[in-house]
């Protein structure tokens, strides 16, 4: 006989669970009371908007689910945004609720809220456990569910007198892995497609890939000459500097590339959906019939059909459909490597950073000076915001594991996916980039850092604006302001307030050393860059969009 919350650690443990992120609450602290006495490690964080995203990042670098503990009600409502990011982004992970007691259900009780209810929408599965000895069952397919098909999260309530109440139960056995994998006939369609092909062209995104995968993707790129982009936030999927690569297909999409991928005769889409920020608002393929010849690769069958009528759709998952194509070769040369060529020369081009902008801070100068120090291996992480602009247009990924971004768009992640990473990976540099609005909505995270030791550094942009609103803003309304300026703390005493260091850059010429010294001290660290506001895109000024609106 064991208690509902030792029941749950078991299948935690027999599931490869080696970490949770959690904020702790009186609902669940029979869990708790079991983790006591597990190898699993317990990282309390200090909101659960931010656990959830520690979560997130966990099944983003990894592909085992993320595994996050909340109390009920106001705890649970928190983490929601980690779970809509993790919905949207295909990302493995469960979350534990500690729900009210039975006999108070549908009373409104203390902090009650209905679970399947309110994450219906944004969770592949939502369940309750009522009886402690279906336990094993439950967690065992909670693991299989946010792992097949399209990942996702999946949401567990537990109401806090099951977890006490003591049952008999089969000992947890691990899920098993569910591989989609392409038949040979389509194999063929597709060699055919190419074959008759001028103007190819391949999309890399979505989920379950591995760094195995990662490098078939790269041989069958060379093999077949082919031109590649990576879907909004997916950069990590090929390298930069290879010669087939084309650019990152996301907001702000290079012109050259936008051309070639509307002129593309075959576009060959492996693991993503194309949603609406890589499609460029479903310009780039027209939904739901596009203008090219489309073959979709994706593992989720409800997936394929769902936003585009496909010319050729297969059922696989990324890794096993590039292991299986990876062995077929073209007859000759393909007609279209000048092309290729042509695409990573455009890329390299638009991904050379200006070197002036207003103000006396310049972050093109910054982002060379990173790309020179920064190791291969290291990790950047990031919320949403134009600053981020900076990131994913200027930074040249090189390989797999390396990147933790929302693609739903969402701020504040990047400062808990930074503390995961860190813990993750503790001998690779972490990078953390925030603007001013995006890190004061998880900064608090940065004591999580502080308490578990983990020197990551977040690169603070603040410019005292909500930046892309306000370019919206100035767009649509120009001269209209209201509800965009911020009022900021002073970012590296706060860092120093913390525990860690800080640091402040007010000259592009003070960066360099600022950044060293964060790295080299040992401590979580936050370096502001105080970046005029008028700085508001890479190529043009906020005075130049008002104008032009």
């Known amino acids: 006989m064991k208690t509902g919350g030792q029941l749950i650690v078991d299948a935690l443990e027999a599931n ?8 702790p609450g009186e609902s669940y602290l029979a869990v708790l009371d079991a983790l006591h006495d597990s190898p699993i490690r317990t990282i309390v964080c200090r909101q659960e ?25 106001p705890g649970a409502t928190n983490a929601s945004a980690g779970i809509h990011i993790a919905m949207q982004d295909s990302v493995p992970v469960i979350l534990f609720i500690g729900q009210v007691a039975s006999h108070a259900k549908q009373r409104e009780a203390f902090q009650e809220v209905d679970y399947v209810r309110f994450f219906g929408d944004i969770a592949k599965w939502v369940v309750e456990i009522d009886d402690a000895s279906r336990i094993p069952e439950f967690v065992t397919r909670a693991f299989a569910v946010a792992t097949s098909g399209r990942p996702g999260p999946v949401v567990v309530s537990l109401p806090e007198d099951m977890l006490t109440s003591l049952a008999e139960a089969p000992e947890a056995l691990p899920h098993t892995p569910v591989e989609t994998r392409p038949g040979e006939a389509e194999l063929d369609s597709l060699e055919m497609l190419l074959t008759g092909a001028k103007h190819p062209f391949v999309i890399l995104g979505g989920t379950r890939w591995d760094e195995q995968a990662v490098a078939r993707m790269r041989t069958i790129a060379e093999t077949w000459s082919l031109p590649v982009g990576c879907s909004f936030r997916r950069q990590m999927l090929f390298d930069h500097l290879h010669p087939s690569y084309a650019g990152d297909v996301g907001i702000g999409i290079n012109p050259k590339l936008a051309a070639a991928i509307k002129q593309a005769d075959v ?27 489309l073959v979709h690769v994706h593992a989720d069958a409800g997936e394929l059909g769902r936003v585009y009528r496909p010319t050729l759709a297969i059922n696989a998952s990324p890794s096993a459909f590039v292991e299986a194509f990876a062995k077929r070769k073209p007859t000759g040369t393909p007609a279209w490597a000048p092309e290729t060529a042509k695409h990573h020369a455009a890329y390299l081009d638009w991904s050379t950073p200006p070197e002036t902008g207003p103000g006396p801070v310049q972050m093109g100068p910054i982002m060379n000076y990173l790309e020179t120090v920064l190791p291969d291996d290291a990790i950047l992480t990031n919320g949403a915001g134009n600053y981020a602009t900076w990131v994913h247009r200027f930074h040249r990924s090189r390989r797999f594991g390396t990147q933790a971004a929302p693609t739903s768009g969402s701020m504040g992640y990047g400062t808990p996916a930074a503390v995961a990473a860190k813990e993750l990976f503790p001998d690779r540099d972490v990078i953390a980039f925030a603007g001013d609005g995006c890190f004061l909505m998880n900064g608090q995270e940065f004591a ?22 306000r370019m919206h803003q100035e767009r649509e309304y120009p001269g209209r302001v209201v509800a965009t300026d911020l009022k900021n703390p002073d970012f590296a005493a706060l860092a120093r307030a913390y525990g860690g260091h800080g640091e402040t850059v007010e000259k592009t010429a003070d960066f360099a050393s600022a950044f060293e010294r964060a790295r080299s001290s040992g401590k979580p660290s936050i370096v502001e860059i105080r970046l005029d506001p008028e700085a508001i895109t890479p190529t043009r000024t906020m005075t130049q969009i008002r104008d032009k609106a």
């Open 16 to 23: 490869g669970t080696d970490r949770i992120y959690c904020v």
């Open 448 to 469: 999580t850092a502080v308490q578990y030791n983990l020197p990551i550094v977040v690169i603070v942009v603040n410019n005292g604006i909500y930046g892309t609103i």
């Open 49 to 73: 908007g931010g656990a959830a995203m520690m979560a997130d990042c966990h099944g983003r670098l990894t592909g085992r689910p993320g595994i996050c503990f909340v109390t009920r009600g």
């Open 267 to 293: 576009v060959l889409l492996i693991g993503g959906r194309m949603g609406e920020m890589p499609s460029s608002d479903y310009t780039l393929l027209k939904s739901p019939f596009p203008d090219q010849a």
